[in-house]
């Protein structure tokens, strides 16, 4: 069983920055694909970022150039480092841990957080 938790969620003026971070209870960690994934009121469960065990990373072109994940396997944490926020960055990211080696779908995912608030104020 694999335990994340994110923090660093916040309310941040348009084009501001935040770090998320996800820290996962797990002796295994660099063996998961971890990915972040975003929920906004209305709207599906959308995917982010993911960083593989490589690691190589993949972003959704919403965000390709402002958001940076990354991990540390030795802290079993995994980051999300947000700049130029946007009004429609707006969601629950929520992260997730993913033992197979399809990244880009919420189903594929194994494991999840319990989310993070992230609010961009225009």
């Known amino acids: 069983q694999v335990q994340l938790v994110e923090s660093g969620g916040g309310l941040v003026q348009a084009g501001g920055s935040l770090r998320l971070s996800c820290a996962a209870s797990?002796?295994?960690?660099?063996?998961?694909?971890m990915g972040w994934f975003r929920q906004a009121p209305g709207k599906e469960r959308e995917f982010v970022a993911a960083?593989?065990?490589?690691?190589?990373?993949y972003y959704d072109d919403s965000v390709k150039g402002r958001f940076t994940i990354s991990r540390d396997n030795a802290k079993n944490t995994v980051y999300l480092q947000m700049n130029s926020l946007k009004p429609e960055d707006t969601a629950v990211y929520y992260c997730?841990?993913?033992?197979?080696?399809?990244?880009?779908?919420?189903?594929?995912?194994?494991?999840w957080g319990q989310g993070t608030q992230v609010t961009v104020s225009s």
């Open positions: 797990v002796r295994t960690f660099s063996r998961y694909i």
């Open positions: 960083i593989t065990r490589t690691p190589s990373t």
């Open positions: 997730a841990a993913n033992a197979g080696n399809y990244y880009r779908r919420a189903l594929n995912y194994d494991y």
